[in-house]
């Protein structure tokens, strides 16, 4: 009985994503500065970030949007620029591993993609919290 279940969890254990050592660091830092602001902060939050990511906000062009209106509801479906009609790949790492591994490239969107949403740009307990919600962290 041990061993079925050893080999049930084992498979799920190795398909676990580890983050790249380089958004570790980003992580880390991100926390550094959120402990900073806030001496009570512990850690991320992936429930804070579902709803940083889900809700609705007058964004920078004076419309309601979300993170959901380009990159829907379902993190591991295609997405779809709003504004430009491109077409979006998936932004969770399960359904496309380049997605959440270059620290330039998610630095450059979460700010770019605050900007549209919320018309300013995130703080550092804000984007931790939505890279959980996205990297599917508990
Ligand atoms: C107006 C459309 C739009 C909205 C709204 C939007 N995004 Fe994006 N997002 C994009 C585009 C375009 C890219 C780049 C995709 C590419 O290069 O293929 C992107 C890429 C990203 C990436 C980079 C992932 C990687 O490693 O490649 C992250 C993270 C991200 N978005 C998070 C968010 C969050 C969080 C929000 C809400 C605050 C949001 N996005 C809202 C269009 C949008």
Same mark, same amino acid.
């Given at each position: 009985m041990n061993k079925i279940l050893f080999f049930i969890i084992l498979?799920?254990?190795?398909? &676990?994503?580890?983050? &790249?050592? !380089?958004? !570790?660091s980003y992580i880390n830092s991100l926390k550094a500065e *959120? #402990? &900073?602001k806030d001496s009570n902060f512990v850690d991320f939050s992936a429930k804070r970030g579902k709803e940083i990511f889900? &809700?609705?906000h007058i964004g920078k062009r004076g419309k309601p949007i979300s993170c959901t209106s380009c990159h829907t509801n379902d993190l591991r479906q295609k997405g779809k620029n709003i504004h430009t009609g491109k077409i979006?790949?998936?932004l969770s790492p399960y359904a496309n591993?380049?997605?959440? %591994?270059?620290v330039k490239r998610v630095? #450059?969107?979460?700010?770019r993609n605050f900007k549209d949403v919320y018309n300013r %740009?995130?703080? *550092?307990?804000e984007k931790g919290d939505v890279v959980y919600y996205i990297i599917e962290k508990k």
């Open positions: 498979p799920l254990f190795l398909m &676990s994503k580890q983050l &790249s050592p !380089q958004m !570790q *959120a #402990k &900073s889900t &809700s609705t979006l790949k998936p591993p380049k997605s959440m %591994v270059k630095k #450059k969107w979460l700010k %740009v995130g703080t *550092a307990q």
